[in-house]
């Protein structure tokens, strides 16, 4: 849609509202509405004000003035608004200077973009990562000064195959017993698989919204672990659907008296929720990624690929897998891609390269180490600055890894680099090692400053300083 078309379109459609969109620095979407009087040329030439120091990464308050750009090629009409709302996405600006402002993520991701071009490695970059969530039907914490607490529950859990539950009126319990076994959901039909309903619903909303989906499925854990992916596209309009996305689900389970988390890991000794992500790179047309006498079908391009994304995969976990629950989930033994190695086909190692057919074009490699709490924007900015560096000083990702990681001898597992154990580990990680996200003026040191200062202190620090309830189980009685 073009700014010209935006009021006619809102007028044949019965539109009262214009919501605009952006992301703050961890990558939450923020909006605000405002009404179809303030829809004219200075709307789209000189943008809309707004309070850049309220939000997570911005500005300081004496400086808090910023400008909201909207980007009317973005306008859709919102899935999960009653009353008719139009949807853009905004970028963010500078009213000073008038420039694009330099934390905001999506123009990171729009700079990464023109570097690749830049480079003439490739022109076009081909993203599709493959979002895992839970499905719950309740959730309750709190944490104060002198308790804390989480409760998670799921008719589907595991754990309930005892509850009494359906009470009718003659107070009769009637469980009905199926639920997924602990690392068993992966994939039962229903009604083992208690969501294909819901997450149906969850698809066909988001086709609506334009998002192209290719399967939803239920995922390995217990309790409504689920799993729905995109068809691939480039970057920045990934990165916008991977926003779509977050917000269609928790907003369909919302409405259907269900609650969905893209935490990582929000239940103990079961599988986390990852985010792998399929990248390849395209040259007028062409996948540079493919050799046909390659190994696994890859060429040497990609193997440099690969090289970059593993010589730098200790930094991009700060923005990859970037909280502190991110580690819960990145521990061997629950399908996690903690091995900084590549292999056809093998799940056990971080960089997979995918064998379910021959086409040039669907040749690939598939990182699968970061998780849907990465800010979509940084993360895939991030791994293609790291993949390209690996091209540009043509970085060997030694040989292949094709035995199952986890069930080597001591002595040989120990001698694979593994990922982080912590975010806080990560972190270190990024500070020393970061000059490849600085190339082209994609990432700038001020972002990358904002972003370590902000996760050691909100959260890292705020995890480290606070008693964990297990704690108690295991030294109270010391």
Same mark, same amino acid.
């Given at each position: 849609m073009k700014p010209e078309e935006v009021l006619k379109y809102c007028n044949d459609n019965g539109v009262k509202f214009? *919501?605009? /969109?952006?992301?703050?620095?961890?990558?939450?979407?923020?909006?605000?509405?405002?009404?179809?009087? +303030?829809?004219?040329? *200075? #709307?789209? /030439?000189?943008?809309?004000?707004?309070?850049?120091?309220?939000?997570?990464?911005?500005?300081? %308050?004496? +400086?808090?003035? =910023?400008?909201? =750009?909207?980007?009317?090629?973005?306008?859709?009409?919102?899935?999960?608004?009653?009353t008719p709302t139009l949807s853009i996405i905004c970028d963010v600006y500078d009213p000073l200077t008038k420039k694009p402002y330099s934390r905001d993520p999506r123009y990171i991701a729009r700079k990464a973009e023109a570097y690749l071009k830049s480079t003439g490695i490739a022109d076009t970059a081909y993203f599709g990562p493959e979002f895992e969530f839970f499905i719950f039907d309740?959730?309750?914490? +709190?944490?104060?000064?002198?308790?804390?607490?989480?409760? !998670?529950?799921s008719s589907e859990g595991a754990w309930n195959t005892g509850r009494e539950e359906n009470i009718d009126t003659d107070g009769n319990s009637h469980n009905l017993g199926y639920k997924p076994r602990y690392k068993e959901g992966y994939f039962p039909v229903s009604p083992i698989d208690s969501l294909q309903e819901l997450r149906s619903k969850i698809v066909l909303k988001m086709m609506e919204t334009g998002l192209p989906i290719e399967v939803h499925h239920h995922e390995v854990a217990t309790a409504g672990q689920c799993e729905i992916d995109m068809r691939y596209t480039t970057l920045v309009k990934m990165a916008d659907q991977m926003q779509w996305f977050k917000y269609i689900v928790k907003n369909v389970c919302k409405a259907n008296g269900k609650v969905a988390t893209f935490m990582p890991k929000p239940l103990f000794k079961d599988n986390g929720s990852g985010m792998h992500v399929h990248q390849s790179l395209f040259k007028e047309g062409k996948n540079t990624f493919f050799d046909a006498a390659g190994y696994a079908l890859i060429s040497q391009t990609a193997k440099y690929y690969i090289g970059g994304l593993l010589k730098h995969a200790d930094a991009l976990m700060a923005i990859c897998a970037p909280t502190t629950n991110s580690y819960k989930r990145l521990v061997p033994g629950y399908e996690a891609p903690v091995n900084l190695v590549y292999s056809a086909r093998n799940r056990s190692a971080s960089v997979r390269i995918p064998m379910y057919n021959e086409n040039p074009k669907a040749k690939r490699l598939e990182f699968r180490c970061p998780d849907a709490t990465s800010n979509g924007y940084l993360c895939l900015a991030a791994l293609l600055m790291a993949g390209l560096d690996g091209i540009q000083n043509k970085i060997d990702p030694g040989d292949p890894h094709d035995m199952n990681l986890y069930e080597l001898p001591k002595e040989e597992a120990a001698k694979i680099r593994t990922v982080p154990g912590s975010l806080d580990q990560a972190l %270190?990680?990024?500070?020393?090692?970061? $000059?490849?996200?600085?190339?082209?003026?994609? #990432?700038?040191?001020? !972002?990358? *400053? !904002?972003?370590?200062? &902000? /996760?050691?202190?909100?959260?890292?620090?705020?995890?480290r300083m606070r008693p964990h309830? &297990?704690?108690?189980?295991? &030294? #109270? $009685?010391?």
């Open positions: 214009i *919501d605009l /969109k952006f992301n703050d620095l961890p990558g939450l979407w923020q909006h605000f509405s405002i009404t179809l009087a +303030e829809i004219s040329d *200075d #709307f789209w /030439k000189g943008g809309i004000g707004f309070d850049g120091s309220s939000i997570r990464g911005f500005q300081a %308050i004496n +400086e808090s003035d =910023m400008l909201l =750009m909207p980007d009317a090629s973005t306008a859709i009409l919102d899935p999960a608004c009653e309740n959730v309750q914490f +709190e944490q104060n000064e002198h308790s804390a607490f989480y409760n !998670v529950d %270190i990680a990024l500070e020393k090692d970061h $000059d490849f996200l600085l190339k082209g003026g994609v #990432f700038t040191q001020d !972002v990358l *400053d !904002v972003w370590i200062e &902000y /996760k050691r202190t909100q959260e890292v620090d705020a995890i309830p &297990y704690e108690f189980h295991m &030294y #109270f $009685d010391i």
